[in-house]
């Protein structure tokens, strides 16, 4: 029978040797998003078509080209998520958690689902990580954001990210911008591609998030929403400008950004990396006022980000970031004969009680195979167990690193030996990091 061993097109598998990067990044980004007072919440893979209809907005790519959309076998139009932040207020106002102490912060570390055209960091089931604020309407927020985002990619070791960001206004400045859009857009009316001729009249402004490079040439030249916003929307940038300054973070002002979603509005912002090639956004987000009020709820100003994990990956792993090591096996015990894989099984569950990772052999390999597998596995303890050691009950316990051995009683004598080495280990190290820094 052929083998089905291949995945699907724009999946990834995480390999047993690699999942010890993603633990890292998960443990990285969910410190740092409870050093903001951001909880966890899961929501599921799929909801109602509509809610991202509605939400991500019926004339953006995501929604036009991109979702994975299907009839349930009860006839419901159902949609693997594409982002997570309609999920998130979805689950933010059924729950009425608006209704307990504002803002409710939440994040999330989840997979997302595009039918996109597969390549380097860009595919079809990918990963995000990310932040939602709901009901802080002050620019403070907006800059808490962008520092989370910068806090993250600092802890991560991660360099020569550019932050651009952009206001995009209210739906009142935004009506003034669109007249003007729809006015120099219809000028190139027959050059543009199908889809955002489709766009003209009911949304110019995702003509400007177009890939196609006839109207990425058109939109050069489109008028600039900053030139556009109200009073408000201005002194809210400006606020939201002084405070990254305050806190030195560094960003410029791209007014050409204004995100692939629809239910943004003012603040906007990209963290750009140009280590991975073309696809170099690892991060991005902003403000989505009207969201909860489309969505049926109440008037709730909020914000956030989704940070694409696997482009996080590519450029950690492109720049030599560093990943801290993966925990080693602490004991392998090699048996000899029936009596002896007893007494290590037992001698493995001891020493798994007290939490070091210890193993023995369960493929039925000789002496040689065994040593083999232990050095393969980097076990940094071994122990041979014979019929001389059983009647004698002690062992020689080998430090795999130094070499040296060390007699012990069986079976308590193995667990307090690795216990001391251990502990010796842990000041020896703490010894010469307190060197290093010349305490
Ligand atoms: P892009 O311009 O790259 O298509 P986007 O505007 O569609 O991005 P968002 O919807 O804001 O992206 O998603 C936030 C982040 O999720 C992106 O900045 C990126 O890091 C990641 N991301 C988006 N789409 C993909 C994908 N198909 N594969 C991998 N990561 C993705
Ligand atoms: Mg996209």
Known sequence: MDLIAEAIKGTGDVLPGNAYKWHYIEK?????????????????VFE??????????????????????????????????????????????????????????????????????PQAGRLREFHQFGVECIGAAAPTADAEIIMLGDMVLK?????????????????????????????????????????????????????????????????????????????????????????????????????????????????VFEFISNDIGSQGAVCAGGRYDGLAEELGGPHLPSLGFGMGLERIL????????????????????????????????KICSLAREEGFAALTDVAGRGLKAQMKYADKIGAKFTLVLGENELNSKSARLKNMQSGEQIDVELPDGVISAIYDETIKNTFADLESSLENLKI
């Open 28 to 44: 990285t980004v969910s410190d740092v998003a409870a050093l903001f007072g951001f909880r966890e919440i899961r929501t599921p």
């Open 155 to 267: 802890r991560l070791g991660i360099k020569n990210i550019s932050l651009e960001i952009n206001s995009i206004g209210c739906p009142q400045c935004r009506a003034k911008y669109t007249a003007a859009l729809k006015e120099y857009f219809a000028a190139s009316k027959d050059k543009l591609c199908e889809t955002c001729l489709s766009r003209l009249d009911r949304n110019p402004m995702r003509i400007l998030d177009c890939k196609s490079p006839i109207c990425r040439e058109i939109a050069e030249g489109a008028p600039k929403i900053l030139d556009y916003i109200c009073d408000e929307c201005n002194d809210h940038f400006n606020q939201v400008k002084a405070h990254l300054n305050a806190a030195g973070v560094k960003f410029t002002v791209n007014p050409r950004i204004v995100r692939g979603l629809d239910y943004y509005t003012k603040t």
């Open 314 to 345: 590519m450029v950690m792993e492109k720049q030599g970031c560093p990943f801290p090591e993966e925990k080693k096996i602490d004991l392998y015990i090699a048996p000899m004969g029936g009596a002896a894989a007893s007494e290590a099984v």
């Open 48 to 117: 109602k078509t509509e809610l991202f209809e509605r939400s991500v907005g019926d004339t953006t790519d995501v929604v036009q080209k991109e979702m994975y959309t299907f009839n349930d076998k009860g006839g419901r139009s159902i949609t693997l998520r594409p982002e997570g932040t309609a999920g998130a207020v979805r689950s933010i106002l059924e729950h009425g958690l608006f209704n307990e102490a504002l803002p409710v912060k939440a994040y999330y570390i989840t997979s997302c689902y595009r039918y996109e055209k």
